[in-house]
């Protein structure tokens, strides 16, 4: 512990010298606007839908924006939200902070000219990350939200808050993080928007995975041991989807799931369609588009499927940040069944409680998550629409 803590101080002490290193250009583009955004893919689409709303006002017409993204996402932002930006920047995040020549690179090009804007929406900022580019980067109005203290000390907040000219103001309670990016957007444009929940309008087309049976999407990885809900009980609701409902079974997730993939095979005493490390992001939105049912951890997946609309997404969660990403309120998305850890189906409220706006990271074992109780979820969904189905059709035949 000592050891790692010092190897995470002498990192910090050489990005102050790289960035006292770094010399930004003083010529401001006219009319320019620089959007950063350099959070995961799940982020992005909780947040893509307001570059049209930013790029399309009255107060920054004739703008040329550049986007600094993260390049985890950039196979969905060049189909989907290209159109908006004139120039893009991709950072290769863990990248960026793993190895110190392509963050001085980096850094080299971000700061290569000025804008007259900045806009850095994100909630929970990151001082060695977020604020300390938007420092570096030359601009007459450098607009940010005022955030909280997930990513950030004290100290760092109060310094890095001087980094913009100008700090939006932010709830103080837990919000969902779609209605997060809305109140920024609305706060900077001063005027209501009217979306109310992520949404992918184009429908992904051209998949050459295009299969003549029925499925099933499962996504078994996670960023962390304490999302993956344990192999076993995922083979024991697929065997029970193909059983009764005739779903079979695929596999989705990026390349750094493939250990869980392979293990997966070994619970199964059924045929699968693995994936897995084999789509890209645009591919894996057409598999997802097509599928009958979704289960997944607590991922990018869950957001992506209900920006296309889909009803039947079912997320095991052990309640991190509970109520930021996940449950999704009822009003952004009926679709999305969240199916937590029993302490939070005791009493959810009091769980939200315990939360603050800096987001709660709790050790609850996801596996204390029954498969019984998913299948449970996902057979009084199924059923519940084929009810309401023959029900309607059963009032059209009257």
Not at 42 to 59: M, S
Not at 101 to 130: A, C, H, M
Not at 347 to 364: H, I, T, W
């Amino acid at each position: 512990m000592m050891i790692r803590k010092l190897k995470t101080i002498v990192r910090h002490l050489i990005y102050a010298l790289m960035n006292r290193l770094i010399r930004p250009s003083c010529r401001i583009g006219e009319k320019s606007l620089l959007l950063v955004r350099i959070d995961l893919i799940g982020d992005y689409v909780l947040f893509r839908n307001f570059i049209q709303a930013l790029k399309q006002d009255p107060q920054y017409q004739g703008y040329q924006f550049t986007l600094l993204g993260n390049s985890a996402w950039r196979d969905l932002f060049e189909k989907l939200d290209a159109k908006f930006c004139e120039e893009v920047i991709w950072l290769d995040l863990e990248r960026f902070n793993r190895s110190l020549v392509y963050r001085f690179q980096k850094l080299r090009e971000i700061t290569r000219q000025g804008y007259e804007v900045v806009v850095s929406p994100v909630y929970s900022r990151d001082f060695w990350n977020v604020d300390s580019i938007v420092k570096l980067v030359r601009a007459r109005e450098k607009i940010g939200s005022a955030g909280d203290f997930s990513n950030l000390t004290m100290r760092q907040k109060r310094r890095s808050d001087r980094y913009y000219t100008r700090l939006l103001p932010a709830a103080g309670e837990v919000v969902f993080e779609f209605n997060r990016n809305r109140e920024f957007f609305e706060n900077l444009l001063n005027r209501p928007l009217p979306m109310t929940k992520p949404e992918i309008a184009q429908q992904p087309s051209g998949a050459s995975f295009d299969p003549s049976f029925d499925y099933a999407v499962f996504f078994i990885g996670g960023s962390s041991v304490s999302k993956k809900w344990g192999l076993g009980n995922f083979a024991q609701v697929g065997r029970h989807l193909l059983d009764n409902y005739g779903l079979e079974i695929v596999l989705c997730g990026a390349a750094s799931d493939r250990p869980d993939a392979e293990a997966l095979a070994q619970h199964l005493d059924f045929g699968f369609t693995d994936l897995v490390g084999k789509t890209s992001l645009w591919e894996l939105a057409q598999v997802v588009a097509k599928a009958g049912l979704m289960l997944s951890n607590d991922t990018m997946a869950p957001h992506l499927a209900a920006a296309l609309g889909k009803d039947k997404v079912f997320v095991v969660y052990s309640g991190n940040y509970y109520g930021r990403c996940l449950p999704y309120p009822r009003e952004t998305s009926q679709g999305v069944h969240v199916i937590c850890h029993p302490q939070i189906r005791r009493d959810p409220q009091a769980f939200k409680a315990a939360s603050n706006a800096y987001g709660y990271v709790n050790r609850l074992d996801i596996n204390r998550i029954s498969p019984e109780s998913v299948i449970d979820e996902i057979d009084e969904v199924l059923l519940g629409q084929a009810r309401a189905e023959a029900e309607d059709l059963g009032r059209c035949v009257a």
